[in-house]
């Protein structure tokens, strides 16, 4: 849905020539760096990039899901680094307290996030907790009117740079699945929280992971998310649920980009006398690329309006995550195999894409995780009908 088409339009121009006359030009310096120039995230911040999905009442822009989406789509065709940094207040880092937090603590902590004053992260996976996230270790223990939290958290994203926490962890150890596992807030320096060296990564340079420990953590109750244990699983399913639809989106801006410097390139290189545009084998890459590029945006896009009214998208979101991040995986791939060997140089953008965009099918939900989510939708639906 579309709220006023004047409007977003005009946003969206404005993040359009951001991304072209502003990311861009900087992408290879975040890649040498590791670090997005500070004049750059404050231009995000005035941009309110920190602030797209977080409802108007808090500061943000409130974007609805198809608006998100069509704004990722342009955002994307920037590295990655740029969109993983303001990604985390817009979607895993604030969605649980979005969407399951009381007012006390939505007023306390949303406003700093739309603002990017504050950077949020989202603490699920842990060492031995992966895809089987509800076999998670970290625990809670109720103690007066606080939760003392042990355990580790893995590849926390944005971490480094996070003033608040989204921490999933047991509150109840004789529940042994999601039943017994809570959501609370934790601030940075909070007294037992302590984060790992940031990860040396295959790609994104500029986005930053750690671990994250707490080690006798003292968080006040007041910071368990609803004010009721035993919900925080169920709260992170739904925030992965809209963060796939996000992901998906992502991958297609980040696959026009590629498929746009294919081109160029084909047009431009010359070999047997013309265009290697010319040559039918590349043109068939073309074509396939620009096709599944369609197909991504338009599923992409119906399961945006299909969440913006109301219906469940649990299955149609998977169905996107998991077609998108394959697709841009394969657009990648072609996208170097027509640079040839020129795509195989650290120079070429091409080259940091194609390791850039191979996250997309491991992190929030493999692909293979994906392919469970919809099968077992499709089993259940299937038992339903039938009884
Ligand atoms: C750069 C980066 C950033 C991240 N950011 C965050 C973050 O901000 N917050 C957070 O909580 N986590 C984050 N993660 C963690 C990410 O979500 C997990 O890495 C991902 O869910 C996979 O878990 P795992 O790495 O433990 O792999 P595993 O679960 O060990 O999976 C290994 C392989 O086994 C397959 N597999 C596992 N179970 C099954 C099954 N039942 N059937 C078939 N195949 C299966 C997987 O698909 C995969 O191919 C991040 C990861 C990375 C790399």
Do not use: W
Not at 93 to 100: E, F, K, Y
Not at 133 to 150: E, F, H, I, K, Q
Not at 162 to 180: C, H, I, N, Q, Y
Not at 197 to 218: E, I, L, N, S, Y
């Amino acid at each position: 849905m579309i709220r006023d088409d004047k409007t977003f339009n005009l946003l969206l121009d404005s993040v359009a020539r951001f991304t072209q006359e502003r990311l861009i030009p900087h992408e290879a310096v975040v890649a040498e760096t590791d670090a997005i120039p500070p004049v750059l995230i404050d231009e995000m911040r005035e941009l309110g990039l920190f602030g797209l999905t977080i409802p108007e009442t808090y500061g943000g822009l409130g974007l609805t899901m198809e608006e998100e989406v069509r704004m990722m789509f342009v955002l994307c065709q920037a590295s990655p680094a740029f969109r993983s940094l303001i990604g985390t207040n817009n979607g895993i880092g604030s969605q649980a307290l979005i969407l399951a937090g009381d007012e006390v603590q939505k007023r306390r902590y949303l406003p700093k996030l739309a603002a990017g004053e504050l950077i949020a992260s989202f603490a699920l996976t842990e060492p031995d907790s992966g895809s089987d996230a509800a076999s998670l270790r970290t625990t809670a223990v109720r103690d007066g009117d606080c939760y003392v939290l042990n355990g580790a958290k893995r590849y926390i994203t944005n971490a480094p740079e996070a003033g608040l926490f989204t921490v999933l962890a047991r509150t109840d150890p004789k529940v042994k699945g999601s039943e017994g596992i809570s959501a609370f807030i934790v601030e940075a320096g909070t007294p037992g929280l302590s984060l790992g060296q940031p990860d040396r990564k295959m790609g994104q340079r500029g986005a930053h992971t750690c671990d994250v420990m707490f080690d006798d953590c003292r968080v006040p109750a007041d910071n368990l998310i609803g004010g009721r244990e035993g919900e925080g699983f169920k709260t992170a399913m739904k925030v992965l649920d809209k963060g796939r639809l996000h992901i998906a989106a992502v991958c297609v801006g980040a696959a026009e980009r590629l498929l746009a410097e294919a081109l160029r390139y084909a047009l431009e290189r010359r070999q047997f006398g013309q265009p290697i545009a010319e040559f039918q084998l590349v043109q068939a890459m073309l074509a396939d690329s620009q096709t599944e590029i369609y197909a991504a945006r338009c599923m992409i896009l119906e399961a945006a309006r299909q969440r913006d009214r109301g219906e469940s998208v649990s299955t149609e979101a998977s169905c996107c995550k998991l077609f998108a991040a394959e697709m841009c995986g394969r657009v990648a791939d072609r996208a170097v195999q027509i640079h040839g060997g020129a795509g195989y140089m650290a120079a070429s953008a091409v080259e940091r894409f194609y390791r850039d965009v191979r996250l997309f099918r491991i992190y929030e939900g493999t692909s293979q995780i994906q392919q469970l989510i919809i099968a077992r939708n499709m089993i259940r639906e299937a038992r339903r009908m039938s009884s």
